[in-house]
Nanobody, 125 residues
Framework: QVQLVESGGGLVQAGGSLRLSCVAS????????MGWFRQAPGKDREFVAA???????IRYADSVKGRFTISRDNANTVNLQMNDLKVEDTAVYYC???????????????????WGQGTQVTVSS
């Protein structure tokens, strides 16, 4: 079992930056890929970014490419640096961990298993 705790959300003006972090724990966590999803009000949860356990494979949604950067501090912590934020980035951001980055990137979120509680990101105009 994997436990995930997100932090770093908040309110920021358009064009600003935020950094989200997710700390994972649990004896089965080693070698898991990690990712970020988001869910805006009235919309389905969508993929944002993912990173493999080793960090050598990274994927982004087209909507965030060039603005967001996913990274791992260590085996247990993943970060999402969000720059040039737009109003449409407003959402609850969820951390996810799965055994492979392929699982995160190629499956609908409803098929994924390990989630944090979410952190709110609000971008004002």
């Amino acid at each position: 079992q994997v436990q995930l705790v997100e932090s770093g959300g908040g309110l920021v003006q358009a064009g600003g930056s935020l950094r989200l972090s997710c700390v994972a724990s649990g004896r089965t966590f080693m070698s898991y890929a990690m990712g970020w999803f988001r869910q805006a009000p009235g919309k389905d949860r969508e993929f944002v970014a993912a990173i493999s356990w080793s960090g050598d494979t990274i994927r982004y949604a087209d909507s965030v490419k060039g603005r967001f950067t996913i990274s791992r501090d260590n085996a247990n912590t993943v970060n999402l640096q969000m720059n040039d934020l737009k109003v449409e980035d407003t959402a609850v951001y969820y951390c996810n961990a799965e055994k492979s980055i392929i699982i995160i990137v190629h499956n609908k979120w409803t098929s994924l298993t390990n989630w944090g509680q979410g952190t709110q990101v609000t971008v004002s105009s």
